[in-house]
Each structure stands twice: as structure tokens, then as C-alpha cells.
């Protein structure tokens, strides 16, 4: 199968990078606060991980894996659409939960789809072109929407919410461009299914090692953490899972719980606040690009220092970055020379901790269990950073520095359980456990 179909997510991805910040600023201008916001990104963070759970099986049980990806396209374009054509601030809400909800459909699917005809050795390299490719077009989504509000605020003239219409417009085009050349792309299911290539089925067990093996991982989480990972959930077992869930990776998960809650409580009412001190959409949209920008720089550094350090050590030090960094913007006052060099330590910190989290799963996972363990994760991540947006809302709307500091707080006290299972690391209790827990035992 030719990659030419990658061009069509790529733009579809553009379309969700500006998404992720143009809809927020707009509820904004709607009118909107810091609960309204929570709220928003709660409703995507709920909208994705079913999305995710359930479209991977459904796309092997008819077998219309073309039909779901195309379908996905085109809701993000429709949903962007809707949110350029109302004023309605409940109305964006469900628009927005659907744009999310096609995107983490969409995401096990691609997977699927990249690897097909591939051999096994090649899956690896594949999946990580797919991520490129989409970071790379979340990035210029962001650097699309900057275009389209300096335009057309200096030489035409037009107001904020204007500007945000176009530049949901312009997200809403390179999506139904995206879907374009899905359709002429993406081969057919039957020539999918009756392809000549000798290479293995993608199985769940062969693709979930493929994806761990993938070496670079996605942007968006570095300023969007509501949305899952590209995790396969094709055949997940929970019970098993459950049977072979070690203390060491209970305590690591509770680490994740409440560093993704702080994540939460900051991102979710960032929009509003960035407003608030009289930043522009025009800076908004510079800060957000610096801190995706600052993650995909140092992605590669993080997986030499992963290779080189403990990696619960450098995870601890991810962490205590974001912990520190995350309530000093509140500290900047709303100057911009302070304000961005922060915005880009805190896109280093998530490369660190992007890379740490799921190195660390695998290496604190029974191998028999590494595949539901990271999905567990994802889901985990995804669920947590939706509470923490909301509480977070809540508190911004009584002091943006109550709401920056428990986000503060939650990642410190993540820093706190990592640092005691540092301590199980070193006395030997994780690789003890890993060989109790990966015996059989009656399912």
C-alpha cells in the first residue's frame, strides 16, 4: 500500500492541531470562563477514550477500515464547520466532543492501516511515520491559525471573533481536503483483505510490541492532554490484566493519576487565563506553538537520556520541571519575555515525560501484560486530565493561582510516589514481582 494517504491525515491533522486551541479561545469570546473551559476539554476527554476503545474492534469486525478513517476526516471538518457557524456555547461543546471523539476513532485505525501490508519488522518504523506525520501537521495547525489572526487583524482589520471563525474554517478546509485524499488514497477493504503481500496479520500481541518499539512519540500531548495515546485495544483481556496488576504498577499509576489531574487543572482554563493578563489570540496561538515546538525538539534527547539514567529518575525529573513551571506562568504576570521561555521549558518537560511514562510501564509490566498495561495508561491519563480540567476550572474562576497551584501541587505529589518507587526499583521488589505476577495462573 502506498503512503500517499498519509497526506490526507496530515492535513486532517492540521486541522486538529488549530482545532485544540482556536475552539477554547472561542468559547472565550463566546463568553465563556474557566469552568466553561473545564468543562470543554472534560467533554473531549470523555468523547476519546470510548472513541478509542471501540473503533479498533469494529473496524476488524466489518473489516471497512477505509470507511471509518474517511468518516473520521469528515467529522472533524463538519464539526469544525459548526463551530464557525454558531454562537451557542452548548452547541460548540458537542461539536467539539465530536471532533475529539472522530480523532481517537480514527487513531487505532490509522495504526492498523499502516502497518498492513508491511513485514513485521517494518511495523515499528511505520507507526512512527505516522506519528510524525502527525505532529508535524498539529504543529502547523497551530502555526496556520497564528497566520490567519496576525493577517487578518494588522491588514484587514477584523475583530477576535471573526478571526476565529476563519481560522475554524480554514482547520475545517484542510480536513475536508484531508478527506479528499483519504478517498483517493486509502486503498479499498477488499484489496486490504486480499493482498498479496506475505506479511503477518497485524495481530493485537504483534502490533501493541510494534507500537512500544516506535520510538517517537506525539506532540499534542504536550499542551492537549485529553486525548489517548495510539494505543491497540484489540484484545484486551481485564481480567487477566487484573490477575497480573503488581503493587509496583498500582503505585506507579497512582503517580499518573495525579500528575495527568495537574496537567488538567492548568491546560483546562489556560485559554482563559492567557486572555485575562491581555494576551492576543495572535500570542496565544506564538505560546502554544513554542511549547509543541519545544516538545518535538527534544524528544530525541530524552530517549538518549532514557537509555544513559534510570528512567524512574528521569521521569522524576520531568515531572518536577512541569511541577515548578506550570504555577510560574501564573507568577509572569502576563509579561511575554517571561512568559514564553516558560511555555518552552514545559514542552521540554512533557518530551521527558512522554517518553519516561511509557518506557516505564513497559519495563514495570509483567511482559504477559505490557500491551493492557499501556492502554490501561492511556486510558488512565486521559480520564485523570479530564477531572483535573475541571476542578481546575472551578478553582480559576475563584484565582488562576489556586488553579496553577494544586497543579502544581498534584504533579509534586506525583514526584513524591515516583521517588518511592524508585526505592522499589533499587531493593529489587519490581523484578520480583514481575516474575510471581507473569506466572499462569487459572484465568
Do not use: K
Not at 508535524?136 to 477584523?158: N, S
Not at 471563525?165 to 485524499?181: F, K, N, Q, T
Not at 493482498?195 to 507500537?211: E, I, K
Not at 530525541?300 to 510560574?328: D, I, K, M, S
Amino acid at each position: 500500500m502506498s503512503d500517499t494517504w498519509l497526506y490526507g491525515w496530515g492535513l486532517a491533522a492540521i486541522g486538529l492541531g488549530g482545532a485544540s486551541l482556536v475552539v477554547p479561545l472561542y468559547v472565550v469570546e463566546l463568553g465563556g470562563g474557566p469552568i466553561t473551559l473545564g468543562v470543554l476539554a472534560a467533554a473531549a476527554a470523555a468523547a476519546g477514550a470510548p472513541g478509542a476503545l471501540v473503533a479498533g474492534r469494529l473496524a476488524d469486525r466489518t473489516g471497512h477500515r477505509r470507511g471509518y478513517v474517511i468518516g473520521a476526516i469528515g467529522v472533524v471538518a463538519a464539526g469544525l464547520g459548526v463551530v464557525a457557524a454558531v454562537e451557542s456555547i452548548p452547541v460548540v461543546l458537542v461539536a467539539n466532543a465530536a471532533i475529539w471523539f472522530a480523532f481517537a476513532a480514527a487513531t487505532p485505525v490509522l495504526t492498523l492501516l499502516a502497518v498492513v501490508d508491511a513485514p513485521e519488522a517494518a511495523w515499528s518504523d511505520r507507526i512512527a511515520r505516522l506519528n510524525e506525520w502527525q505532529g508535524v501537521g498539529w504543529a502547523l495547525g497551530l502555526f496556520v491559525g497564528l497566520l490567519v489572526i496576525v493577517g487578518g487583524e494588522r491588514l484587514l482589520g477584523l475583530d477576535a471573533i471573526t478571526l476565529q471563525r476563519a481560522v475554524c474554517l480554514v482547520c475545517a478546509a484542510s480536513a475536508g481536503v484531508g478527506a479528499g485524499v483519504a478517498i483517493r488514497t486509502l486503498p479499498t477493504d477488499s484489496s486490504v483483505s486480499a493482498g498479496a503481500s506475505p506479511a503477518p496479520t497485524p495481530t493485537p500481541r504483534r502490533l501493541r510490541r510494534a507500537l512500544r518499539g516506535a520510538g517517537r512519540f506525539g506532540v499534542r500531548g504536550a499542551g492537549f492532554p485529553f486525548t489517548p495515546t495510539r494505543i491497540d485495544a484489540r484484545g484486551l483481556r481485564p481480567r487477566r490484566f487484573v490477575r497480573r496488576f503488581t503493587p509496583t504498577l498500582a503505585l506507579y499509576f497512582v503517580a499518573v493519576a495525579l500528575a495527568f489531574a495537574g496537567f488538567g487543572a492548568f491546560f483546562g482554563p489556560l485559554p482563559a487565563y492567557l486572555g485575562s493578563v491581555g494576551f492576543g489570540d495572535d500570542v496565544v496561538f506564538g505560546l502554544y506553538l513554542a511549547l509543541n515546538v519545544g516538545a518535538a525538539v527534544f524528544f530525541g534527547v530524552t530517549g538518549v537520556l532514557v537509555e544513559r539514567y534510570e528512567v524512574t529518575l528521569v521521569h522524576v525529573g520531568g515531572l518536577a520541571v512541569r511541577g515548578v513551571t506550570l504555577p510560574a506562568v501564573v507568577l509572569s504576570g502576563g509579561v511575554l519575555a517571561a512568559t514564553l521561555p516558560l511555555f518552552v521549558v514545559i514542552g521540554l518537560a512533557w518530551a521527558v515525560i512522554a517518553v519516561s511514562a511509557t518506557t516505564l510501564v513497559t519495563h514495570l509490566a509483567p511482559p504477559i501484560v505490557r500491551g493492557e498495561a499501556l492502554g490501561v495508561y492511556s486510558a488512565l491519563s486521559t480520564v485523570a486530565s479530564g477531572v483535573g480540567s475541571v476542578v481546575g476550572g472551578w478553582l480559576a474562576a475563584t484565582g488562576y493561582a489556586r488553579a496553577f497551584g494544586l497543579a502544581g501541587g498534584l504533579i509534586v505529589g506525583s514526584v513524591g510516589v515516583v521517588l518511592l518507587l524508585h526505592r522499589r526499583v533499587r531493593d529489587g521488589s519490581t523484578a520480583a514481582e514481575r516474575t510471581v505476577y507473569s506466572a499462569d495462573r487459572t484465568e
